[in-house]
């Protein structure tokens, strides 16, 4: 069986998950891995026999000349030229979210994309999820007036996360999810009204970012989505700060990242476990695409993704000038 060549880009938490979902995966074969942080880099080494190692993309690209595909798992401010060139070389990528912390250069990063008719997914994972194919199938036939979304939580350890012009904030690197959550299930919106605030964090070198914020979106299906991110708040046991509510006009769907979904009807309720890893499908699609050349069953190409920064960024626009924005 010939094996899709794969090299990773980033080396920290997410290129390490990322890399063991690729090790369980019998048609890749990892053949180079990229970090500019070498303790990072010998590390991750250590577990792919075999594989060189690079303190720089441009590095891998010149000396790797049988490289299939990419993993670009970096922080949002620092994916450099590493799309553009692996699109150059026709080099398919799969792109940790978000894509960027500017539409220019997600506007670029497209136009290569297109040029060079590579494949791409970026890691929208919650679209593979089965219980996010039922909410979809299940209010096909009712009608949604409004839903919430919500990403409850602490502050991550990285440090560049804390900082605006590097993650684009919460709403952009995290809660992202739940705004493309929205945009699977609901089609594309319209406009963005955001207000957020600060205060509450104290103590915490380079935080620049919101504590926490509100968001509006209406959709040209006219269903009015409010988003709620925070991460101020200490981790609760019992609570699953992550998921939406959706009103139907008979039922109410609630739905817990990662953990199950509860639909409440007129006279019952059920309740739908969580099953399985919607990352390591999201990453066996791909791959699968790679190896049939037909991306269809990709949930979240490059150009989709673009659409999903474009509303956080916009609710980004609103938050600074108090003002809806128009999309």
């Known amino acids: 069986m010939i094996k899709v060549k794969v090299g990773i880009i980033g080396c920290g938490w997410f290129g390490n998950f990322h890399l063991e979902n690729l090790l369980k995966i019998d048609m890749v074969e990892i053949i180079a ?27 891998m690209f010149e000396i790797e000349k049988q490289l299939d595909a990419v ?17 150059q ?22 136009a290569a994309i297109k040029k060079a008719g590579i494949i791409t997914s970026v890691g929208y994972q919650e679209r593979y999820s089965d219980e996010i194919e039922k909410i979809k199938k299940y209010i096909e036939n009712r009608r949604v007036g409004l839903v919430n979304g919500r990403l ?5 350890g990285a440090t560049w996360w804390r900082r605006k012009e590097r993650s684009g ?3 952009v690197e995290q809660s992202t999810h739940i705004f493309d959550m929205l945009r699977y299930i609901f089609g594309e919106a319209v406009s ?46 019992n609570y699953s700060g992550a998921g939406l509510q959706i009103f139907c006009n008979d039922s109410i769907i609630e739905y817990n990242c990662n953990k199950e979904g509860t639909y409440t009807m007129k006279n019952s309720i059920e ?23 037909n991306p269809e069953f990709i949930k979240s190409p490059y150009s989709d993704a673009v659409k999903t920064l474009e509303i956080t960024l916009a609710a980004n626009e609103s938050i600074n000038s108090m003002n809806p924005v128009l999309l």
């Open 71 to 87: 993993f670009i798992c970096v922080p949002p401010d620092s994916h450099g030229d590493a799309e553009i060139i692996a699109a």
């Open 271 to 293: 309740k739908i476990p969580f099953n399985g890893s919607s990352h390591l499908k999201a990453v066996q699609i791909f791959i699968e695409a790679i190896k049939t050349g």
């Open 152 to 156: 409850l939580g602490g502050i991550p």
């Open 192 to 237: 963005v009204y955001s207000s957020g605030m600060k205060g509450i964090v104290k103590n915490i070198p380079d935080y620049n970012i919101e504590d926490c914020s509100s968001t509006i979106i209406r959709f040209k299906s006219n269903v009015i989505a409010t988003v709620f991110t925070a991460c101020y708040l200490e981790e609760l046991e």
């Open 169 to 171: 904030g919460q709403i």
């Open 33 to 59: 891995l990229v970090s500019t942080n070498q303790e990072k880099l010998k590390k991750t080494g250590e577990k792919v026999n075999g594989a060189r190692l690079y303190a720089c993309h441009r590095d």
């Open 89 to 110: 070389k026709g080099i398919h990528i799969y792109v940790e979210k978000p894509v960027e912390v500017s539409l220019k250069k997600a506007y670029e990063v497209e």
